[in-house]
């Protein structure tokens, strides 16, 4: 409990940053809706100007921009790229940092297993996205109601929401096993950032593709799906849930039997 308490103050800045940097996102997308709303037809003949290649690849659904929903899932997007950069950063950084401070030495001399250390990590970890992800949505649902010219649906809202919390998992998930397999990482900013742009470009490609689509977390929640269904597609979640379970339980066992190199 008290490592637990320990990294989860460690994180405690940075979590509070990365909260208030996304609900300003959310704010400034969503501020621009209502004069968008009153010039819609003009927005859509614009946007009608665009490849539809180019369209798919942006996330832009001409039909239904001039909804909150609609208009929010496009500009979501980019609020889920800095989600998933926070949490990217996050799962490099409990593994390596004793690596690149130099304190390994003196934290495995505690009669505490590697297990017990990793777990309180993960859980302090964790509890910071969570953080993030509640806090988040709230703000985005009191801002929606704010600006919508028009009932919409919560349901559909909540939804887009939420995939914030299930891309950050996977994108947490990559960068514990990336940690473990390369603890060596000197800049926790930059590989976060390669990898994360990574698969945000993967995703634009991979959206031109239905079976693409898997290559990138960015797309396994499909917008457009969940604004007329009101669901997640449940393939892309089985997947996505796999790929998190597969990644914590090889960080599990490389972190147990790999030598950590101390001073």
């Given amino acids: 409990m008290n490592m637990y308490l320990y990294e989860l103050k460690a994180y405690r800045k940075n979590t509070l940053l990365w909260t208030l940097a996304l609900i300003g996102l959310a704010l400034l997308f969503m501020s621009m809706f209502p004069p968008i709303a009153k010039e819609i037809d003009e927005f859509r003949k614009a ?49 390596s940092k004793e690596i690149r401070e130099k304190t390994a030495d003196f934290l495995f001399t505690k009669p505490v297993t590697r297990s017990k250390v990793l777990i309180s990590k993960l859980l302090a970890a964790l509890t910071s996205i969570i953080f993030t992800n509640i806090v988040y949505v709230s703000a985005a649902v009191v801002i929606a109601n704010a600006v919508a010219n028009e009932d919409f649906s919560l349901t559909a809202f909540l939804l887009i929401s939420l995939s914030l919390l299930v891309i950050s998992l996977i994108m947490f998930a990559l960068g514990t ?40 977390p960015f797309k396994y929640i499909d917008y457009a799906y969940v604004m007329k269904e009101e669901a ?20 599990f066992l490389v972190y147990k039997k790999k030598d950590i190199h101390t001073v």
């Fill in 177 to 216: 096993v990336l940690a473990v397999l390369f603890p060596k990482i000197k800049s926790v900013v930059s590989v976060s950032l390669g990898v994360v742009f990574g698969f945000f470009v993967m995703g634009m490609v991979a959206g031109l593709e239905e079976t693409g689509r898997y290559f990138s």
């Fill in 232 to 251: 997640y597609e449940w393939s892309f979640l089985v997947v996505g849930a796999a790929i998190i379970i597969v990644c914590l339980i090889v960080s």
């Fill in 47 to 95: 946007l009608e100007g665009f490849p539809e290649g180019v369209r798919k690849a942006l996330g832009l659904q001409v039909e239904t921009i001039g909804s909150v929903n609609g208009y929010y899932s496009y500009t979501f997007m980019y609020i889920a790229l800095c989600g998933a950069i926070q949490a990217m950063t996050l799962g490099i950084s409990i593994t």
